[in-house]
């Protein structure tokens, strides 16, 4: 089976771009989440979607957002960035739910200049 | 509120050792999953094994087990006979039905 995908792997914007990354979770999984990791914040839970609907969200401004398609794959896009969301973004496959095991995708390293 | 604690900030072992690293949290909910995942310096999050709170036995996975204890609320990782490339960040991670959080990270440097 083959493992999630996230594109683009590295990307550089600049302060009040907006910025897509996509992520296309692994084969017959429904649910995708997505997570910020930055050295000062650790991983930080940004939003989860199943079957094409937001399950379940973290406490982030209305500047993250985020879909996904009727085929499972979801994107993610954060507008206006700002200097602070400089971070890799990781996509996971699998529920945020207590006993779904969540697998990672290789995350895309984002810096904005 | 929840939280993730992860008190070694770095650790150190020897090849063909054991090592633990610990996890402790912090939640009032009665149902939750405990996660522990291995990030290399590549950054891909590599998921190693998983406890339920309702779970009795301790989670077993290759060379990892998980050694959970309720009471104390801690969820300790155990590496069994290191190996190099065990060499990573580890997060011990809680969701409960709505939450993920995840705890600060240990690294840990496997020495030939």
């Known amino acids: 089976k083959a493992g999630v995908t996230q594109t683009p792997r590295y990307l550089i914007k600049t302060r009040g771009q907006q910025v897509t990354l996509s992520c296309s979770p692994i084969?017959?999984?429904?649910?995708v989440s997505w997570y910020q990791q930055t050295p000062g914040q650790g991983l930080q839970f940004l939003f989860e979607?199943?079957?094409?609907?937001?399950?379940n969200k973290g406490n982030f401004p209305g500047r993250f957002s985020g879909r996904q398609f009727s085929n499972s794959r979801s994107e993610m896009n954060v507008s206006t960035l700002e200097l602070g969301d400089s971070a890799l973004y990781l996509c996971?496959?699998?529920?945020?739910?207590?006993?779904?095991?969540?697998?990672f995708g290789p995350g895309t390293r984002l810096l904005v200049l | 509120a929840q939280k993730i604690t992860q008190t070694q900030p770095g650790m150190f072992v020897q090849e063909k050792e054991a090592v633990t690293l610990d996890c402790t949290y912090d939640?009032?909910?009665?149902?939750?999953?405990l996660f522990w995942y291995k990030q290399p310096s590549s950054g891909e999050m590599i998921f190693l094994i998983y406890?339920?709170?309702?779970?009795?036995q301790n989670a077993t996975e290759g060379r990892y087990s998980l050694n959970f204890q309720k009471a104390r609320k801690s969820a300790n990782l155990v590496i069994s006979a290191s190996q190099l490339g065990d060499s990573a960040m580890y997060f011990c991670?809680?969701?409960?039905?709505?939450?993920?959080?995840f705890g600060p990270g240990t690294s840990l440097s496997v020495i030939p």
């Open positions: 996971a496959s699998g529920g945020s739910r207590e006993k779904e095991t969540q697998y």
């Open positions: 084969s017959g999984h429904r649910s």
């Open positions: 979607y199943f079957s094409e609907t937001q399950r």
């Open positions: 939640t009032s909910d009665q149902s939750y999953g």
């Open positions: 406890q339920g709170s309702y779970d009795e």
């Open positions: 991670a809680m969701k409960s039905y709505d939450k993920v959080i």
